[in-house]
């Protein structure tokens, strides 16, 4: 069940994102009086599960079709709309213009007056970017209307006073358990859950950091920076082993606890955490410890009894209990700013990520993913806030690729516009058709790569 919500999650996003960027294109192509002549939902290479076009008036509807009716060949000043079998991105074909469909035929017509290439550069610069503009705005509604649907909560770096709970490549990377980090290469890290992705975009070569009173500077090997990519959770808080309340029907339940005993020692084993808490009570399964405790300003050894289990009977005190949360609400009119700052934010990071996938170094082209690492990201349950969130992402992701200059992607087109833009000649059709080609090879490896690595990591 949780495979297929995320399935479903997955195809509802892609639709909405696929819909609203080929939407930009169609709507500006339809502004400036060009013919659309298919626009589509993923790819209908092979076949389409269904078609659609508006004859004389009527629509009409063609299902599970490898080509439309003869009859709608009468009939091109409409546009065809459609829905692929493969659930992958989309496509609007405009009339006169050198796309991924590398519809030779119709360039090799003379110009009519409906086509892109007849237009201006200024209205077909709009076109082309259409999608890209689309996606954006897209995006910062959604972040919009989650803040202020939602609001936005976050643990302050700040407020994370007991520092940071060290793994394997933590320890490796020169921290240790307590450290409060508070910049990357000088610059101050404002959220706790963010001190991860500046690290990675940063590729950061220091980390200042509070470490039992004292302010150090911990110098970061770069050889670590790969691991740091694909190592989930890099960094969580101290979560101390603070006592909440014990049940009547604990084995513990006389044994004098009260509401904010701070676990600090086990048998004289320091205990930073609630992990190292768990960890020595496992140790010490059926047996009588000496918990030693701060009570205010006081420390007393309680004995308590650790059951088969590993337990000791004892309800603890989670981040809400523990942690100033900060929390924002939002009205209306001020989510609008929020969530177009909130877009120039994850555009930034994001382009900051994609710059470690071009440095070899980095190995960060290892983490690149297909929809298979996408439909991963959602949850296993139903949850507006996060599908809104992921899709508002996704929407960014969606806009920053497609905005590169390749050829094949929109892009790729915009660069031949800006440069007949600059130099007031018009790149030949044959120039276009090639460099489009080629742009679609170096796609179909980029494909082969995402899903390579995600098959990889399937069977790893």
């Not at 508006?54 to 439309?68: L, T, V």
């Not at 079998?85 to 006169?96: D, R, S």
């Not at 049940?247 to 006389?254: I, Q, R």
């Not at 981040?319 to 700052?341: E, R």
Request: overall charge neutral; aromatic content about 12%.
């Amino acid at each position: 069940m949780e495979i297929i919500l995320k399935i479903v999650q997955l195809l509802l996003s892609l639709s909405i994102l696929v819909i609203v960027h080929e939407l930009g294109h169609f709507l500006f192509a339809r502004l400036f009086r060009m013919r659309v002549d298919k626009f589509y939902l993923f790819s209908n290479l092979w076949f389409s599960i269904v078609r659609v076009k508006k004859i004389n008036g009527k629509w009409r509807f063609s299902f599970f079709s490898s080509r439309p009716p003869e009859a709608w060949k009468e009939h091109p000043e409409h546009a065809e709309f459609g829905i692929g079998w493969l659930p992958i991105g989309g496509y609007c074909k405009i009339a006169g213009m050198v796309d991924e469909s590398m519809d030779k035929e119709q360039l090799r017509q003379p110009p009519q007056s409906w086509e892109f290439r007849s237009k201006p550069t200024w209205q077909r610069f709009f076109v082309l970017t259409g999608g890209v503009l689309f996606n954006l705005i897209l995006a910062v509604f959604l972040y919009a209307g989650i803040l202020y649907t939602w609001g936005e909560s976050y643990l302050a770096n700040e407020d994370a006073v007991y520092g940071i709970k060290t793994n394997e490549l933590t320890r490796e990377l020169g921290f240790q358990d307590g450290d409060k980090i508070i910049a990357f290469d000088s610059q101050p890290v404002a959220r706790f859950e963010e001190l991860q992705i500046t690290l990675i975009n940063q590729q950061a070569k220091t980390a200042t950091v509070v470490r039992l009173g004292d302010t150090l500077t911990v110098h970061i090997d770069p050889q670590y920076l790969p691991a740091t990519l694909n190592y989930p959770h890099l960094f969580t808080p101290v979560i101390p082993f603070v006592v909440k309340a014990v049940p009547d029907t604990s084995h513990n339940a006389h044994a004098g606890l009260q509401d904010g005993d701070h676990l600090v020692t086990v048998d004289g084993a320091a205990v930073l955490s609630i992990e190292d808490g768990q960890a020595l009570f496992e140790e010490k399964k059926q047996q009588l410890i000496h918990a030693g405790l701060q009570r205010g300003d006081s420390l007393i050894t309680v004995p308590l009894l650790v059951n088969n289990e590993g337990k000791a009977g004892i309800i603890l005190k989670g981040i809400p209990d523990l942690f100033h949360i900060t929390v924002k609400q939002y009205s209306l009119p001020a989510s609008l700013p929020a969530g177009a700052a909130k877009g120039y934010h994850t555009v930034k990071s994001y382009l900051d990520q994609l710059q470690l996938i071009f440095s070899p170094k980095t190995e960060a082209y290892k983490s690149v993913g297909s929809v298979i690492t996408i439909g991963k990201i959602f949850p296993g349950t139903w949850h507006w806030h996060a599908f809104w969130n992921i899709t508002a992402f996704l929407s960014i992701m969606l806009a920053v690729l497609n905005i590169l200059p390749i050829p094949g992607l929109d892009g790729g087109h915009t660069l031949f516009v800006l440069y007949e833009m600059v130099t007031r000649r018009k790149p030949s059709d044959k120039v276009l058709e090639y460099t489009t080609g080629a742009g679609l090879i170096f796609l179909i490896g980029v494909m082969a790569l995402a899903f390579g690595n995600d098959i990889f990591r399937l069977f790893k």
